[in-house]
């Protein structure tokens, strides 16, 4: 039987708050957030709330059908462009989401220049999570992150508080 880790309202209003300081610490400031649906919507939201922060919206959707996956050059060209941009899920679990948002933004907006990407991924584009997988393969680095799990040593299922809602 696997193992379940269930997130309360509070956890994660704690778990934004801390993702804030973090980014107060580093003295960074997002010139908007961009929550990953459906996970990362909800703490964007929040953190959009708190700071008075713009958030946008990115549909990134691997586990369901990589089809429905929105292209948005216009986040990358403004990241790009020098815009500080944080893009946040509710877990970093395989590194699949993350990595292809580097991947098509990479291709989609000046892909030739491979050298102002790697000056723009942990300057101007910060990842954040609530939930850090360890075992994660996402090549580049959560920014912020508020809980660690390793899913290579102990199988754990998160259960946010958006999910536990039921079934109808």
Same mark, same amino acid.
């Given at each position: 039987m696997i193992k379940k880790h269930y997130y309360s309202w509070t956890d994660i209003e704690r778990m934004c708050v801390s993702i804030v300081n973090q980014m107060y610490k580093d003295n960074w400031r997002p010139d908007y957030i961009v929550g990953l649906t459906r996970g990362?919507?909800?703490?964007? +939201?929040? @953190?959009s709330n708190m700071t008075g922060i713009r958030c946008e919206a990115l549909k990134v959707s691997l586990r369901d059908d990589e089809s429905e996956s929105e292209s948005n050059c216009w986040m990358a060209e403004d990241a790009y462009d020098g815009k500080n941009v944080? @893009?946040?899920?509710? @877990?970093?679990? +395989?590194?699949? +989401?993350?990595n292809? @948002?580097?991947?098509?933004?990479?291709?989609g907006c000046f892909p030739n220049d491979v050298a102002g990407w790697k000056s723009a991924w942990g300057q101007n584009v910060r990842f954040a999570t609530l939930t850090d997988n360890l075992a994660s393969e996402f090549k580049g680095q959560c920014a912020? +992150?508020?809980h660690e799990i390793n899913k290579a040593e102990e199988d754990v299922w998160l259960v946010y508080p958006w999910e536990n809602v039921g079934e109808y």
């Open positions: 990362g919507n909800v703490p964007a +939201t929040i @953190i944080l @893009i946040i899920d509710d @877990i970093n679990d +395989t590194g699949a +989401t993350f292809w @948002i580097i991947d098509d933004w990479q291709a912020y +992150t508020c």
